[in-house]
């Protein structure tokens, strides 16, 4: 279980632009760090109790260049294809459904 969470996290900063920029990791001079060497990073800053302080550390740094920090959800889109249709059982327009253009295609997504 441990392992599968190091793993996730690998795979998330492989997958998202904005979480390697978070990390400061350029993939075009370095690799994502392992899912072992992620986990002995969390397991230092929990050990040493130094979460609170990034966090922290991390807030003041927001504050001092006028921004704040509340709580929220990052997502990090990606368009996948799907059917052409936006219609649902009722033959009515799924109000989660928004269109968006890759290349010269359009495509939906589900918000």
Known sequence: MVRAVGRRAEDALYDSIALRAF???D???ENVPDATTLLI?????FEHELT??????IGITLC??????????????TI??????TKNAGKSRDPKM???KKGNQWC????
């Open 23 to 25: 990390a400061g990791i």
């Open 27 to 29: 993939l075009a001079v």
């Open 41 to 45: 990073s969390r397991r230092l800053l």
């Open 52 to 57: 609170r302080k990034l966090f922290d550390g």
């Open 64 to 77: 001092e260049r006028g921004l704040m920090m509340k709580e929220g959800t990052l997502i990090d889109a």
């Open 80 to 85: 996948i294809e799907a059917p052409p249709s």
């Open 98 to 100: 928004h269109q968006a």
């Open 108 to 111: 939906v997504s589900r918000t």
